[in-house]
T-cell receptor, first 117, second 112 residues
Framework: DTEVTQTPKHLVMGMTNKKSLKCEQHMGHRAMYWYKQKAKKPPELMFVYSYEKLSINESVPSRFSPECPNSSLLNLHLHALQPEDSALYLC????????????????FGAGSRLTVL | SQKIEQNSEALNIQEGKTATLTCNYTNYSPAYLQWYRQDPGRGPVFLLLIRENEKEKRKERLKVTFDTTLKQSLFHITASQPADSATYLCALTSGGYNKLIFGAGTRLAVHP
C-alpha cells in the first residue's frame, strides 16, 4: 500500500462549488507536490512545497489554491473549476535534500479522480 | 525547447521476451534519470534511478542504461510477464532540484 494517502478517491463537483483535496504522509518527507494527470498523458507538475513553503507554482490558475498546514499535510482547494479541469490529481512527497539516494525520488499517492460538471 | 520523448505510445510483446523502452531528451543536462511504473487509475511507482556517471543499473529483471552523449536512456525488462503490463514513465529534473518532469510514457502489454 502507498504511504501517501489521498482523499477523496473520487470527487464530482459543479462549476460553482468549493471543495478540497487532501493528502497526508508520515514518512518524514519535507517536500510535497501536486500533479495533474489527464487520460493517456504524463503527470504535469502544479505546485511544490519545500519545508512547508511554496517553492514552485507552475503558472496554475488561481481557481486552484494549495495549502500546506504542516509537514505531513497538503491540501488543494478548488473553486469555480471548469469541465476541462477534470483529471486525476496526484499528490507526492520526497526528501528535499535527496535522502539516501541523493536524488529527488517521489512517492505518489493513489490520486483523487475529479470530475467537474 | 526542452523535450522528453518515449519511443512509442504502446509496445506489445510475448511473455518471456525482453521489453526495451526508450527515453530521449533534448535541452536537458540531467544529473540523473528515473523510471516509474504506473497502473491505470493509480499513481506512479518509482522503479530505478541512474546517475550521469553510471552506464548501467540493474534491479532483479530490470536494467536501465544511460548515455549522456546520445541523450538517451533504455529500460529493459527481461523474461517479461503479463503482470509487467503497465505504463512506464521516464523522468528528469528541470530548473531546480524539486521540479521532476515526466515523459509521455510507454504502455507495455505482455501477452501470454
Amino acid at each position: 500500500d502507498t504511504e501517501v494517502t489521498q482523499t477523496p478517491k473520487h470527487l464530482v463537483m459543479g462549476m460553482t462549488n468549493k471543495k478540497s483535496l487532501k493528502c497526508e504522509q508520515h514518512m518524514g518527507h519535507r517536500a510535497m507536490y501536486w500533479y495533474k494527470q489527464k487520460a493517456k498523458k504524463p503527470p504535469e507538475l502544479m505546485f511544490v512545497y519545500s519545508y512547508e513553503k511554496l517553492s514552485i507554482n507552475e503558472s496554475v490558475p488561481s481557481r486552484f489554491s494549495p495549502e500546506c498546514p504542516n509537514s505531513s499535510l497538503l491540501n488543494l482547494h478548488l473553486h469555480a473549476l471548469q469541465p476541462e479541469d477534470s483529471a486525476l490529481y496526484l499528490c507526492a512527497s520526497s526528501q528535499p535534500t535527496g535522502g539516501n539516494l541523493g536524488a529527488n525520488v517521489l512517492t505518489f499517492g493513489a490520486g483523487s479522480r475529479l470530475t467537474v460538471l | 525547447s526542452q523535450k522528453i520523448e518515449q519511443n512509442s505510445e504502446a509496445l506489445n510483446i510475448q511473455e518471456g521476451k525482453t521489453a526495451t523502452l526508450t527515453c530521449n531528451y533534448t535541452n536537458y543536462s540531467p544529473a540523473y534519470l528515473q523510471w516509474y511504473r504506473q497502473d491505470p487509475g493509480r499513481g506512479p511507482v518509482f522503479l530505478l534511478l541512474i546517475r550521469e556517471n553510471e552506464k548501467e543499473k540493474r534491479k532483479e529483471r530490470l536494467k536501465v542504461t544511460f548515455d549522456t552523449t546520445l541523450k538517451q536512456s533504455l529500460f529493459h525488462i527481461t523474461a517479461s510477464q503479463p503482470a509487467d503490463s503497465a505504463t512506464y514513465l521516464c523522468a528528469l529534473t528541470s530548473g531546480g532540484y524539486n521540479k521532476l518532469i515526466f515523459g509521455a510514457g510507454t504502455r507495455l502489454a505482455v501477452h501470454p
